[in-house]
């Protein structure tokens, strides 16, 4: 792996247990906080492992509203990641057949979002993977996003193959570039002098595979991040 790396999971350990290491050797580990709804390990790309996600079950609140229960990954030590001014991130995906348009890869915002926030996923109901920040509490920007050439209608939001996603964020320059697999595809300015992870204001956390984090981390003491996948 690139020694310059912050931040990496490459899915080829046994997770079975709940935690997902960085391989960087930083401790930025995921935690699994559900044993009866983890996430199971598939093939990934040129021969090694790779994390699928899927619907499990659905859970209620006390007002009788159900929800999807997602299965997640929450990365709770942040020393070095919360707060970014020049960054790259970069995740393989192959999304099956769905119907959700606010699905969310890579999280570090809560509902509605604070300022700064920022998220890969799907933007105000848009079919393509963009990468969005929040300027202030309750809006949203969406600064770059990807193709999606390779879906088959019938597919819905699906795609048919893994793609690399790429964003370079550089804040000082007011500059982002979208790469897909590996080339340039999209430029725009980024609007906000840094990006920072902020979920639950006591105590922020990544996401990964969840839609909402305005919540805790841990599963079972509120609806979030289980309240969408």
């Not at 590996?182 to 979920?199: C, D, F, K, L």
């Amino acid at each position: 792996a690139d020694p310059s790396l912050v931040l990496h999971f490459d899915f080829d350990e046994d997770f079975a247990l709940g935690n997902v290491p960085d391989v960087t050797g930083n401790g930025h580990d995921a935690i699994q906080f559900n044993s009866t709804n983890n996430i199971t390990q598939t093939d990934g790309v040129f021969g090694t492992k790779g994390a699928e996600w899927a619907y499990k079950f659905t859970q209620t609140d006390d007002q009788g509203h159900f929800y999807p229960a997602s299965q997640y990954l929450a990365v709770t030590n942040l020393s070095g990641i919360e707060y970014l001014t020049n960054t790259t991130i970069s995740l393989w995906a192959k999304i099956g057949t769905n119907n959700d348009n606010q699905m969310v890869l890579l999280g570090a915002h809560p509902s509605p979002g604070y300022g700064n926030a920022w998220y890969v996923g799907r933007a105000d109901g848009e079919w393509e993977l963009s990468f969005v920040v929040y300027p202030s509490y309750g809006t949203f920007r969406r600064v770059v996003y990807w193709p999606w050439n390779d879906a088959n209608p019938a597919e819905g939001y699906a795609t048919t193959n893994y793609h690399l996603y790429t964003v370079t964020v550089d804040c000082p320059r007011n500059q982002a570039i979208a790469y897909y697999d590996g080339a340039p595809y999209m430029t725009n300015s980024v609007g906000v002098p840094w990006i920072q992870i902020r979920s639950d204001p006591s105590s922020p956390w990544l996401g990964i595979g969840t839609a909402s984090q305005s919540g805790t981390a841990q599963w079972g003491d509120d609806l979030f991040p289980n309240s969408m996948y």
